[in-house]
């Protein structure tokens, strides 16, 4: 079965520091990766998602992870933050092909404080 | 376009009560899914469906049912409400394809007292 792992369930980095939230899963076959972001009492919102093609994709808000198929790794990175970055952060995968019936599998999430 | 629309956003329930969770979409996604969230443990997927007529268990399908008649909703029924249910749910759809992105409602906080 398809897994996720995200490393850290809290992170803090003060504002104009790098962020680095780890993610990685496991799985025979590389499955589509994706970020997404939940800010308090609220939805869940696409991030970036690396489906196939460059490795290194980026996303809204400066924010790029890379895909390394060698260390079954999928890590969110910003170079700078800032205060509206504080959220929650979840790391997902959608199994690649067969009728996977749309599932997406979550890690546990990791909570974001940015020290001002 | 509305996107994902859940009802209610809060709801208290006393044990054993039952009630229903709605969830509407109007982007004419195939799949539509159903999660929880609990602290520190992700999001992890209760009931999904590919389409109207077919539906099928998650990771932790016990206490709910779900039927899907149409393909814009996707309702999330709780039978005997427990305490062990008071979460967030999140109801999401997606195009028919792994590589597409969900969009997900705004959630119902449930609280089971």
């Known amino acids: 079965a398809q897994s996720v792992t995200q490393l850290g369930s809290h992170v803090s980095v003060s504002e104009g520091a790098l962020v680095l939230l780890r993610c990685n899963y496991s799985s025979s076959v590389p499955p589509y990766l994706f970020w997404y972001v939940q800010y308090p009492n609220q939805g869940l919102q696409l991030l970036l998602k690396?489906?196939?093609?460059?490795?290194l994709v980026k996303g809204i808000n400066g924010f790029e992870a890379e895909f390394k198929k060698s260390e079954t790794s999928f890590h969110l990175t910003k170079p700078s933050a800032h205060m509206s970055d504080a959220a929650e952060y979840f790391c997902?995968?959608?199994?690649?092909?067969?009728?996977?019936?749309?599932?997406?599998?979550f890690g546990q999430g990791t909570e974001l404080s940015v020290k001002p | 376009n509305a996107g994902v629309t859940q009802t209610p956003k809060f709801q208290v329930l006393k044990t054993g009560q039952s009630m229903t969770l709605q969830c509407a979409q109007d982007m004419n996604h195939e799949y539509m899914s159903w999660y929880r969230q609990d602290p520190g443990m992700g999001l992890r997927l209760i009931h999904y469906s590919v389409g109207a007529g077919i539906t099928d268990q998650g990771e932790v399908p016990n206490g709910y049912n779900v039927s899907r008649s149409t393909t814009e909703d996707f309702p999330l029924r709780l039978l005997s409400a427990a305490p062990s249910q008071t979460s967030v749910y999140f109801c999401a759809s997606r195009y028919r394809a792994s590589n597409t992105e969900a969009f997900f409602g705004q959630g119902t906080r449930l609280t089971v007292v």
């Open positions: 997902a995968v959608s199994p690649a092909g067969g009728n996977q019936g749309g599932k997406l599998i």
């Open positions: 690396y489906t196939t093609g460059a490795t």
